[in-house]
């Protein structure tokens, strides 16, 4: 468990970004789908390092392929208003409720599978990154009973992780992939330009988090429950 444990802080905290890096820098974006390919499997591993006992089933891939095809649908139906998605929230409420590995893999996959509506580019792994370090970072922070028990903190937390750590990645991307000097000031031009856009995404996410958590994190744990679900109901 504490080879696992490692292996999968390795992964997410450094193998992954990494790879977004090198394909950004050494590959100048040019092969992202590669990169994003890879990203993908890669953001898999963990989940799969920390599934318990109990080997992946029919059922488990079933309600996977049902968040990611929501989270999906959520960020298409609201294509015309810019950063106004219930993606993360939606794959916050999932990885919550089935583990921050389930989220961070959920994270990469639905945004890579979007981005076939919205377009894939040089940014698609940036992306990718930002939204499954974000759904994972909320996942774990809500572990926390105080926070978990607390719509409110659930909410709130969701929504700032969103602003900050998804803002962060995907801005960083730009500063990557629109500057070649790296001046102090094309950096924070551009992070300043982003602001708005990234806390539009984070009320939106708030928002949704405190009006859905509750009743779709409920019926999932009953899925979970009732199917045993991940290893649910295991000793």
Request: one cysteine or more.
């Amino acid at each position: 468990m504490l080879k696992s444990k490692i292996t999968t802080f390795l992964l997410i905290f450094l193998l992954v970004p990494v790879l977004v890096l090198v394909g950004a820098f050494f590959l100048e974006g040019k092969q992202y789908y590669i990169t994003a390919i890879l990203i993908a499997i890669m953001a898999f591993v963990p989940f799969f390092l920390n599934l318990k006992k109990k080997k992946l089933g029919a059922r488990e891939l079933v309600i996977m392929a049902s968040v990611s095809a929501i989270a999906v649908a959520s960020r298409v139906v609201f294509f015309q208003i810019p950063q106004v998605k219930p993606m993360c929230a939606i794959l916050i409420i999932s990885a919550v409720v089935f583990g921050k590995e389930i989220g961070f893999a959920l994270g990469a996959l639905s945004m890579l599978l979007s981005n076939l509506f919205f377009g894939q580019g040089a940014f698609t792994p940036f992306q990718m990154l930002g939204m499954a370090m974000a759904v994972y970072v909320s996942a774990f922070i809500c572990e926390n009973k105080r926070i978990r028990k607390s719509n409110i903190l659930i909410s709130i937390t969701g929504g700032l992780i969103c602003f900050i750590v998804y803002g962060i990645i995907v801005d960083f991307g730009s500063v990557v992939l629109m500057t070649k000097d790296f001046s102090i000031g094309s950096i924070i031009s551009i992070y300043s330009s982003g602001i708005v856009y990234n806390l539009i995404h984070g009320i939106t996410t708030f928002l949704i988090l405190l009006i859905g958590y509750k009743p779709i994190s409920e019926k999932l744990e009953r899925v979970k429950i009732k199917y045993e679900l991940f290893g649910e109901g295991e000793n």
